[in-house]
């Protein structure tokens, strides 16, 4: 039972939190969506694999969070257990660092200077937010257990081999 109530607080977190940051105000920000796509030769097609990519990667980081951690990614709900499984091999920040990416991938899309901007606003948000409540949060929550994965896995640019415990 803890599993279910793990993925149903996961998928209503997935709908408020990046829904919003990586959905709704990019959407709101670039006139819903009506510019003109990149007359950029390029642009295009890496903004869509961006998308892509990040789309995925933020699922898989979802699940891992409802599945290894058997929490959810909302402060309010959070794991039993420290995740460090999958993705979270590589980088210690994969939901933000895939926000991040899927903004930017529409700013390419569009050409989208203000999406841009948006991206670095959300950037210092995210990482004010990280050093200032998870690090610590997470650091008295699991102790050595955070510490030593913290030394491990770098926290937003990731790493191309995984980190083996």
């Given at each position: 039972m803890r599993t279910l109530s793990a993925i149903a607080g996961s998928a209503a977190f997935f709908i408020a939190a990046p829904g919003v940051v990586a959905g709704l105000v990019p959407w709101l920000l670039s006139d819903r969506w009506t510019l003109p796509w990149s007359s950029l030769p390029g642009l295009v097609p890496l903004g869509w694999a961006l998308i892509a990519v990040a789309?995925?990667?933020l699922l898989h980081?979802?699940?891992?969070f409802a599945l290894e951690g058997l929490g959810t990614p909302a402060p309010v709900a959070?794991?039993?257990k420290l995740v460090?499984?999958?993705?979270?091999r590589h980088?210690?920040?994969?939901m933000?660092?895939?926000?991040?990416?899927?903004i930017l991938g529409q700013a390419l899309l569009f050409s989208s200077w203000t999406l841009a901007a948006y991206a670095v606003i959300a950037a210092i948000a995210m990482v004010t937010f990280v050093k200032l409540y998870e690090e610590p949060t997470l650091s008295r929550r699991y102790g050595a257990?955070?510490?030593t994965y913290r030394s491990n896995v770098p926290g937003w640019l990731p790493r191309l081999?995984?980190?083996?415990?």
């Open positions: 789309v995925a990667a980081a979802f699940g891992r959070p794991t039993e460090v499984g999958g993705i979270y980088v210690r920040n994969p933000y660092v895939a926000v991040l990416s899927i257990e955070y510490e081999t995984p980190w083996r415990k």
